[in-house]
């Protein structure tokens, strides 16, 4: 080969690992396909992230900014600045806007479940009256920019019961109807979502069926599933998961894989689902890829992104959004969670905001 045809094949190879097309040219023929935002993204820090977003995908969720805490962090206080310009950047990027999360047990601000600052419990009336409250406020405040809201987050165990939330265990189960029946009224446009994770457990699946048509058979609005699908290289176990979506279509409400990632470290001991308060100290064997993937464990990350979206395409009828939990790998709260500082590589693109190869693949399932 002569040196100038050396030369050029040399500067077409970037070129030729870059997918020609954006996931949203291939997905987006079926459903909406999306990423967490996060808020150094929103105020405009993260061009190269921007980027990914221009040519990826068609939708976005805040990754905390629209959570209680940011948006009520004193009673009667609201504070919309970090989350309206979320929603206009999500306007610039042409983003269909998702709202996370209205009710959810963790995230909630300090004062939220206790009566003024004491340590005392808030009485069952005014958790009532504070969850209408913030409800009407923030739906109404995001009317007509929203397209549809998580309304309830993690309410449910794996076990199928209630989880024990101040929410539960003040106001019981109609919390959550309370819920849904307020976002409705402030904003009928909107849709409503329930939203939780491991939900291919088999008593989960069915307690989050029982939900959704109880919602149904009080004529409330309910409109779609999440499931948040914190995955991981061998959980969750791909038939459950399957017969989930299964399930929750045969309610007859939409499927939505709302926060994907793809965990590829060791897990520690006794770790399990997606409860943020999970806490594991740091050891060395938990961290081993600091350097980088090796090629072998690459290969068999990327096997699985693939496994996970020829299960997406199989669902493509039922499926309405397909929602990554971050943008870059160096972004992802993986890094940080269940054990702080770890180098973890859960996303499509890396710390370079390179797209990963496997992206390729991943279109070519859809064309
Ligand atoms: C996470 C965010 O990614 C982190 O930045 C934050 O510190 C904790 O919450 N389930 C959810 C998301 O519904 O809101 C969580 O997001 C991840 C687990």
């Not at 221009?54 to 970090?82: Q, T, Y």
């Not at 809201?149 to 165990?157: F, G, P, S």
């Not at 959550?176 to 491991?198: C, G, K, Q, V």
């Amino acid at each position: 080969m002569n040196k100038k045809l050396l030369f050029l094949c040399l500067a077409m190879m970037p070129l030729a690992s870059m997918a020609q097309q954006g996931l949203k040219d291939a997905i987006g023929k079926y459903c909406l396909i999306g990423a967490a935002i996060n808020q150094w993204q929103s105020d405009g820090q993260v061009p190269e992230g921007d980027a990914i977003v221009d040519k990826h995908f068609n939708c976005a969720v805040a990754e905390n900014c629209m959570k209680p805490e940011s948006l009520a962090p004193a009673e009667g206080i609201f504070d919309f600045r970090v989350a309206d310009k979320f929603v206009s950047y999500c306007q610039q990027h042409k983003l269909k806007v998702l709202g996370h999360c209205l009710v959810w047990h963790s995230q909630a601000p300090d004062w939220w479940f206790t009566n003024g600052y004491t340590a005392s419990p808030a009485s069952k009336e005014v958790l009532r009256e504070r969850l209408i409250k913030h409800i009407k406020t923030v739906v109404g405040h995001f009317k007509g920019q929203v397209h549809g809201w998580d309304v309830v987050n993690e309410a449910i165990e794996d076990d199928g019961s209630f989880r024990k939330s101040p929410y539960f265990n003040l106001l019981g189960e109609e919390f959550i109807e309370l819920a849904f029946r307020t976002a409705h009224e402030a904003d009928p446009d909107a849709e409503l979502y329930y939203n939780d994770y491991s939900m291919a457990g088999e008593k989960k699946r069915e307690a989050v069926c029982r939900l959704v048509m109880n919602l149904k058979a009080k004529g409330l609005r309910i409109d779609g599933v999440g499931m948040q699908s914190h995955n991981g290289l061998d959980y969750p176990n791909l038939e459950e998961y399957e017969k989930s979506m299964d399930a929750f279509a045969a309610c007859g409400v939409k499927v939505m894989i709302t926060e994907l990632d793809l965990n590829v470290l060791p897990s520690p001991e006794g770790f399990g689902g997606a409860d943020i308060s999970q806490n594991f100290e740091m050891q060395q064997k938990l961290n081993p890829y600091t350097a980088g993937l090796p090629k072998d464990k690459q290969k068999e990350v990327d096997a699985r992104w693939l496994q996970l979206f020829n299960i997406f395409y199989k669902h493509r009828s039922q499926i309405s959004r397909i929602n990554l939990w971050g943008v870059s790998d160096g972004g992802s709260w993986l890094n940080g969670w269940p054990v702080k500082g770890r180098t973890n590589y859960p996303l499509l693109f890396d710390r370079q905001y390179k797209e990963k190869p496997v992206i390729n693949e991943i279109i070519k399932l859809y064309q």
